[in-house]
């Protein structure tokens, strides 16, 4: 029931862009994402429900495609502060939710 | 502020002793969560609760008890049944279980449990 997370691991210079992305094997109600620091709790980014949104958060964002049961994370102008490994979280209802394995993204100046 | 606290921070466990791990929260969410965090294993499902004086297995619930007799608390009990539980676990909540969506979840901090 676990999503899979692409890729595992991303090194980036300041101000690149990234991808990361979130597939399912089952149909979605629903994609979290959150983000954590090495040694601490993992911060919710945002969440896109089915329907096929898209949202935004600075110069984070993310898609949800619902046919194709993935989600994708968008990380433009990479900043340090972007460092940190990124989960995502999957629904298969209103509840139920399971976290992929993570991608760790390095920021370097 | 509100948010959940865990404790202790690090915990070492001898062979065959059982474990508490703690998890409170101030933000008057109802349903809560604990998670278990492998290298490269993302999080795995322990035990979650819905409400108070109710709680459910989740994928890997073995060795591992929970209560919640109060709103604000779910501790964790690792006990001496589960036989590799050297990990970082993390406790979670969330406002309502139907209402997970637009919030998601609020992490706790975390305890590293090693295994001695």
């Known amino acids: 029931q676990q999503p899979v997370q692409s890729p595992q691991a991303v090194i980036l210079r300041e101000g690149e862009d990234a991808v990361i992305n979130c597939s399912s094997s089952k149909a979605l109600y629903s994609v979290h994402w959150y983000r954590q620091k090495h040694g601490e709790a993992p911060v919710f980014l945002m969440i896109?429900?089915?329907?096929?949104e898209q949202k935004g958060h600075d110069k984070i964002s993310a898609s949800f495609n619902e046919k194709k049961q993935q989600s994708s994370l968008y990380l433009t102008a990479s900043q340090l502060s972007y460092s940190g490994t990124y989960f995502c979280?999957?629904?298969?209802?209103?509840?139920?939710?399971?976290f992929g394995a993570g991608t760790r993204l390095t920021v370097k100046p | 502020d509100g948010g959940i606290t865990q404790s202790p921070k690090y915990l070492f466990r001898k062979e065959g002793q059982n474990v508490t791990l703690s998890c409170e929260q101030n933000?008057?969410?109802?349903?809560m969560y604990w998670y278990r965090q492998d290298p490269g294993q993302g999080l795995r499902l322990i035990y979650y609760s819905q409400i108070v004086n109710d709680f459910q297995k989740g994928d890997i619930a073995e060795g591992y008890s929970v209560s919640r007799e109060k709103k604000e608390s779910f501790p964790l009990t690792v006990t001496s049944a589960q036989k590799n539980p050297t990990a970082f676990y993390l406790c979670?909540?969330?406002?309502?279980?139907?209402?997970?969506?637009?919030?998601?979840?609020?992490f706790g901090s975390g305890t590293r449990l090693t295994v001695v």
């Open positions: 979280g999957t629904a298969l209802n209103n509840n139920d939710m399971r």
């Open positions: 979670a909540s969330s406002i309502s279980w139907s209402g997970t969506g637009m919030r998601g979840y609020t």
């Open positions: 896109l429900l089915k329907g096929g």
């Open positions: 933000l008057n969410h109802d349903a």
